[in-house]
């Protein structure tokens, strides 16, 4: 027990209390007490309706072509003999991780800008006449985000699947089994933990994140990250960025909830 003590007071000190004085500043106000008041007009509010659903959307279709393209990554990179060229593919995964979202996001301005990489290729296809916009979209807040989180998704596929033993699938192929009834049955089902969790890497950050939907979406797809800014920043409505901040943190928690009932994973 004393050896946890450290760990459990800096979790108590630097998350649980700031957490909730977050949570009580959110419901109390000295001129009328206790309330749920601001949660309701939250919901209320047109503007702020839209951020919330939109950013759920975004959240989850990141999280889902995170996993369709990771899976089968996830799945040749593990495959690979080789522990040297294992281990440059590993680094090219992190890399990204390694540089300033700001820049990462930036980079995407001279690619989905409208005398960028896309819209030029498209000109010289014939496919359009004039460039199109592509950035301040949802799309473009979408690639971003996508390209922003999916090395965590690697990563936590690359390390469930590299638990599971050689010896299972030899096992369902020699009771024939073929390829797909053993990534269904013995596969999918034995990494579903990294699935967990990455997915939840994965839509928290998307949820959370300030500054490609910033960059890649500016005011015309409004977030509840870039909400949250304008209200503790533009309009310095504390109470109302307080409501956003702890919406944000119950939603991914009920997500994480969701997807580990789901998976039928149960906590410790």
Same mark, same amino acid.
């Given at each position: ?77 593990? $495959? *690979? ?12 995964? %992190? =890399?990204? @991780?390694? +540089? ?7 980079a995407w301005l001279a690619i989905l800008g409208r005398h960028g990489l896309i819209n030029k290729l498209f000109i010289w296809l ?25 090395p965590l998704m690697i990563l936590s596929l690359v390390s469930a699947l590299e638990n599971i033993p050689e010896d299972l699938f ?35 950050? $998307? *949820? ?12 015309? %797809? =409004?977030? @509840?990250? +870039? ?42």
């Amino acid at each position: 027990m004393l050896l946890v003590l450290p760990t459990i007071s800096f979790v108590v000190v630097f998350f649980l209390i700031p957490l909730l004085m977050v949570f009580g500043q959110s419901v109390y106000h000295p001129p009328g007490g206790w309330t749920l008041w601001p949660y309701f007009s939250f919901f209320q509010d047109r503007v702020a309706r839209e951020a919330y659903f939109r950013s759920i959307y975004i959240a989850f279709w990141t999280t889902l072509f995170a996993i369709f393209i990771s899976y089968p990554a996830s799945s040749a990179i593990v $495959s *690979i003999k080789n522990r040297s060229l294992k281990t440059f593919v590993m680094t090219l995964t %992190v =890399l990204p @991780l390694m +540089t300033n979202p700001v820049a990462r996001t930036f980079a995407w301005l001279a690619i989905l800008g409208r005398h960028g990489l896309i819209n030029k290729l498209f000109i010289w296809l014939g496919v359009y006449k004039e460039p199109v916009r592509l950035l301040y979209t949802e799309g473009a807040v979408f690639v971003g985000l996508l390209q922003l989180f999916m090395p965590l998704m690697i990563l936590s596929l690359v390390s469930a699947l590299e638990n599971i033993p050689e010896d299972l699938f030899l096992a369902a192929r020699s009771l024939g089994a073929n390829g797909f009834k053993t990534f269904i049955k013995v596969k999918l089902p034995l990494s579903k933990e990294g699935l967990i969790i990455g997915g939840t890497l994965v839509f928290t950050g $998307s *949820i959370t994140a300030y500054v490609t939907p910033a960059i890649l979406g500016g005011s015309k %797809v =409004l977030m @509840l990250s +870039t909400l949250l800014y304008q209200k503790a920043s533009v309009v310095l409505d504390w109470n109302m960025a307080t409501v956003i901040a702890v919406i944000m943190f119950l939603t991914t928690l009920f997500i994480n909830g969701l997807l580990r009932r789901v998976g039928g994973i149960r906590k410790a």
